[in-house]
Each structure stands twice: as C-alpha cells, then as structure tokens.
C-alpha cells in the first residue's frame, strides 16, 4: 500500500474507480477534475505495483473550523484490508493540519460497512437527508467528529503521529 497525493494524470483511474463504485451516481469528470485542481481540496490515491486501489478526497479550507470528507473509495476486490481507514486517516490528520477542528461527511444509509468504519473512528450521526442519494431514493447519514477527540483517542484504533500516512473497507461516500 502506497498513498500519495493524487494529480490531474489520476483522473482516469479515479474514473474507473468511482464508475464501478458508483454505478448510478458516479461523479462527472469535470466534477472531479475541479476537486482534484481546488486549492482547498486534498485527494490521495492508494496504489499497489503501479495500480490505482482507491482514492479519497477531502475539502478543507485553510484555517476554517469545518472540513468535509467528500469520498473514500476502494476497489471491491481490495476491500476489507484497511485501506479505507488508512485513508480516512490520512484525510483527517491533513484536516487537522489546515486548522479544522470539526471534520463532516454524508454516507449512504444502505452502506453499513462505511458507517461503521466512521463510527470507529469517532464519527457520530448528526441527522439524515432524506432521499440524499439519487436515483436510488437512498438517504444520507450525516455523521461529525471532532479532531481534538479523535486526536486524544489516539486516532481511533491506531497511534496518532501528528503528520504523514499512518500504516492500518469498502465504499464510502
């Protein structure tokens, strides 16, 4: 597992990616090419002997309190092994970073396995869109954790070390 920042020559993979994972409500490519070039976003990609494994995207703006996690994805045959958390990790310490003290995401209401890797890491539901995922008429649960928490517990399950990629599935949005 190799995480590094992800750039405009990613797009394609991330593509891939977020068509197999999203199949009816996958992000456009112009959506995500802005998210990738935004100053205010940061996006990682998860590799392995030169294969795009997922990626994550987060938007947090210099200095604001919040920040949101915009998407974590996984490939389906690379899930279950940590990846997901790693990542989230990863987008939460750079969170902290940028001086955010409160980190939101949305996630679907029929994806247990996302919800419960954000409840083990803090997360906790603050209220629901009704109908949020569309075509499927699918809800979004809108969970929040605070960093200074998630910092004191020792990032979750595993140590925190302040900066960098920490070493710890499936789809989450």
């Given at each position: ?17 977020e ?14 090419r ?23 995207g ?6 604001a309190?919040?920040a ?7 490939d ?6 940590g ?10 310490r ?19 396995v ?8 803090g997360?906790?539901?603050i ?22 928490g ?9 140590a ?14």
């Open positions: 597992m190799s995480l590094r920042t992800a750039t405009a020559s990613d797009l394609d993979g991330i593509m891939a990616l068509r197999a994972s999203f199949p009816t409500d996958a992000w456009s490519a112009e959506m995500m802005a998210e990738l070039m935004s100053p205010h976003g940061r996006y990682i990609v998860d590799e392995e002997a030169g294969r795009l494994l997922g990626y994550a987060l938007r947090a703006v210099s200095g309190a919040d949101d996690i915009q998407t974590i994805t996984v389906g045959a690379a899930r279950g092994r990846r997901g958390r790693t990542m989230l990790r990863e987008l939460l750079t969170a902290d970073e940028r001086g955010a003290r409160t980190v939101f995401l949305e996630v679907r209401a029929d994806n247990p996302a919800q419960q890797l954000y409840r083990s890491e997360f906790v539901e209220g629901r869109r009704p109908r949020y995922y569309q075509p499927d008429d699918v809800d979004a649960i809108i969970m929040r954790v605070d960093l200074a998630w910092k004191a517990q020792g990032a979750g399950a595993g925190w070390t302040g900066a960098g990629v920490a070493t710890s599935g499936g789809v989450c949005t």
